[in-house]
């Protein structure tokens, strides 16, 4: 896997492809079938459909989805650099969505 800063993550995130941060922290996990998984430590933050349209949850204190400092910096991070087929789901749509449920591995 490339290891990456975290735009590279984002990056890669969005082309469908796997890197990591330098910390692991951040991840871009590409699968098999089309799909494309954005973890913040283990927590699945966000989706890449094989389509290309990019799905990301909410996790951040606004929106009553706090996990922590840096899950709501890559949330942010995400949201404010990827202008282009970014759908923001709230964390309680997130969590029931079937995209949501898709194992990172």
Same mark, same amino acid.
């Not at 993550?9 to 996990?29: F, I, M």
């Given at each position: 896997?490339k290891v990456t800063t975290n ?30 998984d954005l973890l913040s430590y ?6 890449? $459909?094989?389509?290309?349209? @990019?799905? +990301?949850? !909410? ?8 996990? #922590?400092?840096t899950t709501s910096q890559h ?5 404010? $650099?990827?202008?282009?087929? @970014?759908? +923001?789901? !709230? ?8 995209? #949501? ?5």
């Amino acid at each position: 896997m490339k290891v990456t800063t975290n735009d590279g993550v984002l990056n890669a995130w969005r082309k469908g492809l796997s890197a990591c941060n330098h910390k692991g922290t951040l991840t871009s996990r590409a699968q098999p079938d089309g799909y494309c998984d954005l973890l913040s430590y283990d927590l699945k933050i966000g989706c890449r $459909t094989p389509s290309g349209k @990019l799905v +990301l949850a !909410n996790y951040t204190a606004p929106a009553g989805g706090f996990k #922590s400092m840096t899950t709501s910096q890559h949330v942010c991070l995400a949201r404010y $650099t990827t202008h282009k087929n @970014l759908e +923001l789901m !709230n964390p309680l749509v997130w969590e029931s969505s079937a995209l #949501s449920d898709r194992m990172p591995f």
